[in-house]
């Protein structure tokens, strides 16, 4: 994804150079965000919006139909105008880097840091889907 886009498109896209170390609120019940950080979906070109739409996908389709369904609902009424994405680190495979994708009422995050058993550098994904609304059924605090 981040390789499709134009530098310009990039200034705002990068939040940072280097890589985050690990997702944000890892082991939060419930993630404080900020203001969407990134480039939004506006910004984007047609085959850009679609590769994003597809990325978002992937993970909201990983788990039973019936909640996946819930957040591809989620998605379109809250509309693809409030989803950004934001990428740090580096811009090739095999280096570590981090992306984030903000919608109103979700936020995924993969990060890709950290060495796997056999020493290999940035080859341990850590990913996640958050539920803004609350996950878990949590109610927010």
């Known amino acids: 994804m981040v390789n499709s886009l134009s530098d310009t498109q990039k200034k705002t896209a990068v939040i940072a150079d280097e ?9 939060e019940a419930q993630p404080k965000v900020g203001q969407p950080e990134g ?7 047609a085959k850009q919006s679609e590769l994003l739409k597809k990325l978002v996908g992937v993970y909201a389709d990983a788990v039973p ?22 990428w740090a680190g ?8 981090y992306y984030r994708i903000r919608g109103k009422e979700f936020l995924i995050e993969f ?12 080859n ?11 996950d878990f059924d949590l109610p927010i605090e």
């Open 111 to 122: 990060v890709n840091t950290q060495a796997d058993a056999s020493g290999n550098p940035a």
């Open 124 to 134: 341990h994904i850590h990913c996640v889907w958050r539920d803004l609304t609350g």
């Open 65 to 86: 139909e019936q909640t996946a369904q819930s957040r591809r609902d989620l998605i379109e009424t809250n509309g693809w105008s409030n989803v950004h994405f934001a």
């Open 19 to 27: 890589a985050l170390a690990e997702i944000r609120f890892a082991g």
């Open 39 to 45: 480039i939004p979906f506006d910004q984007l070109n």
């Open 90 to 97: 580096a811009l090739k495979p095999g280096v570590g880097h």
